[in-house]
């Protein structure tokens, strides 16, 4: 990370220095001729300026989004983070939250502007926000479906559309995306997720084709299970008594969740997630889990078919 000399007397006016111009009432400097963001401080502070790249970090309220925002920011990283209620947690952590729904093209463009428009630039794309989704295929309403789409494969890949512009004018910019594990296989009752993860996976490989030759370097994280929050916002398809599905699927719910309670820690993630940023040339995808979830997709494409899909069956009591 490089730094520049000297001290900016921020009093919300705009004043100019040999190396910057501090705008109206913001916390941020333009460098003039420097890839960077020049902190400021609040009004009547003196501050020393350093230069820092610039990250968005989608879901970044709680779980694996909040943990890799928290890093980031104590690592020097101008962080912005994303929320539906970003007026919810903007006194609670140490950098700020802009609106985002990402199922909303209008909101992805206003957010992505947003930082533009106070840093002028943009390094580190975290695609992290998204939600869960269970059902019997054969009972889940497909209106659900396409709503989840919109939020875990749609809305990513708009986010990485709204950044590249900005990314390709710097010649440099890195994007990762927070798939699953689960995108290496359907699972029961977890269909409609696995789908969308791997659709944001299969995208996300060819942008990383096209966009190379641009400096641009773009990867998927997939995770297993982590403690997280993520049950509070998993739509569930209603457990019905009089379903023919009602005991497996029951039982499936009742063993994700415990999955996810006694998942990995977070942090474990952020690590990888730090690597990546400083990896020149990163893989195309990356896992991070527990031994025999990471072990899933390798027993998939090893094992004839028939076999891994009693395994399969075996594990979930179908």
């Not at 008594?241 to 009602?246: A, D, I, V």
């Not at 009693?310 to 594990?315: D, F």
């Amino acid at each position: 990370m490089n730094s520049t000399e000297g001290l900016i007397f921020a009093t919300g006016k705009s004043y100019t220095t040999s190396s910057c111009r501090i705008p109206q009432g913001g916390n941020a400097a333009r460098v003039d001729g420097c890839s960077g963001v020049m902190w400021v401080a609040c009004p009547f502070l003196l501050i020393p300026t350093r230069m820092s790249e610039v990250v968005i970090i989608t879901g970044a309220s709680s779980g694996l989004g909040l943990a890799t925002a928290l890093h980031m920011h104590k690592n020097g990283y101008v962080v912005f983070g994303t929320s539906r209620n970003p007026e919810k947690y903007e006194k609670q952590f140490p950098f700020p939250f802009l609106f985002l729904e990402n199922a909303d093209p209008v909101s992805i463009q206003s957010c992505v502007e947003s930082v533009l428009n106070q840093t002028g630039r943009l390094d580190i794309l975290i695609n992290n926000a998204g939600v869960g989704i269970t059902g019997p295929m054969e009972e889940i309403d497909l209106t659900d479906v396409k709503d989840h789409f919109e939020i875990n494969c749609f809305g990513p890949m708009r986010m990485i559309q709204a950044v590249l512009p900005q990314m390709r004018k710097q010649k440099k910019g890195l994007i990762i995306n927070i798939t699953s594990i689960a995108a290496d296989m359907g699972l029961p009752f977890r269909g409609a997720y696995s789908a969308a993860k791997v659709a944001l996976e299969r995208m996300s490989e060819s942008i990383r084709l096209e966009s190379h030759s641009f400096g641009i370097r773009i990867c998927n994280l997939a995770p297993g299970d982590f403690v997280s929050n993520i049950a509070q916002r998993r739509h569930y398809a209603p457990l019905d008594k009089e379903s023919p599905y009602f005991e497996m699927y029951k039982f499936s719910l009742d063993q994700i969740n415990e999955h996810v309670d006694k998942g990995i820690d977070p942090n474990h993630i952020v690590r990888t997630i730090e690597e990546i940023i400083k990896t020149k040339k990163p893989k195309v995808r990356y896992k991070v889990g527990a031994p025999l979830q990471k072990l899933s997709g390798v027993l998939k494409t090893l094992l004839p078919s028939r076999i891994f899909e009693k395994l399969l069956m075996n594990h979930y009591k179908l």
